[in-house]
């Protein structure tokens, strides 16, 4: 016998309708399941990031160019989208009729609302505030260490919607200062170095790290000065997300002496601000970016200080609370990342899948057992009864009609598709068949 035939003999034993009711049910639960576990997959990451940046010459934009390079590495485009700096920023991820995923943020420039969508991924970098004012302000035998002393005078606080703004708007009434008593003027980025170098401006307020082209740029511009601010930490103390620190003497240039003693800067914390329907993949690629952006040593960091898990006032991502727990997730070390987040995917419906087919898999040869015992007890059932009437009753009379019950009983046993499991109790079933047909034999006919 070949083995299809012995496969087919096999297949034979088995009740395609009892097959059926067992499977059909068991397949429609499996498919529920399946079902239920796709509402929870995350469709496959976009191969696309929009970020808002911030404006021309400002760190934030240096920042979203090396972004850009990192994602590329990974398959998908960073679209950078120039702004006024923090406040704008704010106010477009709050704006779904704006498209972005992403946007800087410094630290202080806004509040979390109740049921805020947005999410922070920590501390990324100082942003110190930067005040310059002209060498000619300063008396003849010192500088200008007070922001009171600039009272007056014509100072540049940032453009209309900018972090800068915000903070020397913060600053400069706490000092005194108003628009009725100086000159407020809404200008920032670059052309601040011709603004003071042509005199048109006394001083200016910039917001920002030392990778700032603007900030780089007034710091070697002759004629210009850094203010050390001596009310640093009263400053710390009135605005909370503020914290004190120093830029030391010659970190800017060794060689120059640049600068030459310690400033002493008040600093917000910058950030990145996510939807929280940014997909998850995309987050971590930020995450990642971030660390190799941020986390070497600088002016006024030592290396890994940052990125580092701080929510300030917008709670932290769940990703990355899990990225500074765990690092890069463990598929994307070992395997591209399409790869990593289709199996991250996939993950999401087998296992729930899996948790079903395991008792599934068990349960269904037991139901099936069932449906072929509760046959064969049936047909032993009315065995059982005909056996008991031919008993109960000495007449002869009924013979033929018992004999016709045994042979419709015969035949049902002979059709049960009963797997070879079973064989031992459609033995035992046809052997009493057996018996009780040789009992209604013995009885004597009518006409004995």
Known sequence: MT?????????AEYSRRDLLIVVLPLLAILVAGFWGASRFIQPAPPDTLVLSS???????????????DFLGR????????????????????????????????QGGTGEAREDEPLRTLGAFFYEPLWVFYRSGLAPATGKLDQVLQLKGKRIAVGGEGSGTRYLALEILPANGI????????????????????????????????????????????????????AHADAYTRQLPYLSKIVLPRGAVDLSRDLP??????????????VREDTHPALVDLLMQAASEAHGGSGVFQKPGEFPRAAAGTFALSKEAERYYKSGKP???????????TLIDRLVVMVIPVFALLVPIVKFAPALYGWRV????????GELKFLEAEVGDNPTPAQREAWLARLDAIERDVNHIPTPLAFSDMLYTLRSRIALVREAIGKRPTTGA
Do not use: C
């Open 3 to 11: 083995s299809r035939s012995r496969v087919r003999r096999r297949l």
């Open 54 to 68: 911030g404006g021309e010459g400002g760190a934030y934009q240096r920042f979203a160019a090396v972004y850009a």
């Open 74 to 105: 990974y398959g998908v485009r960073l679209v950078e989208k120039p702004s006024a700096g923090s406040i704008e920023n704010l106010v477009r991820l709050r704006d779904d009729s704006f498209e972005v995923d992403a946007a800087f943020f």
């Open 178 to 229: 108003e628009a009725d008593n100086s000159t407020l003027i809404a200008k920032g980025g670059l052309g601040l170095v011709d603004m003071l170098g042509k005199g048109e401006i006394d001083a200016a307020f910039v917001v920002g790290p030392t990778q700032s082209a603007t900030v780089w740029a007034l710091l070697f511009t002759d004629g210009v000065r850094l203010m050390s601010l």
């Open 260 to 273: 030459n003693a310690d400033v002493t800067l008040v600093a917000s914390m910058a950030s990145l601000l």
């Open 330 to 340: 463990f598929l994307q070390r070992y395997l591209p990342f399409w790869a990593a």
């Open 373 to 380: 015992r509760s046959r064969i007890y049936r047909r032993y």
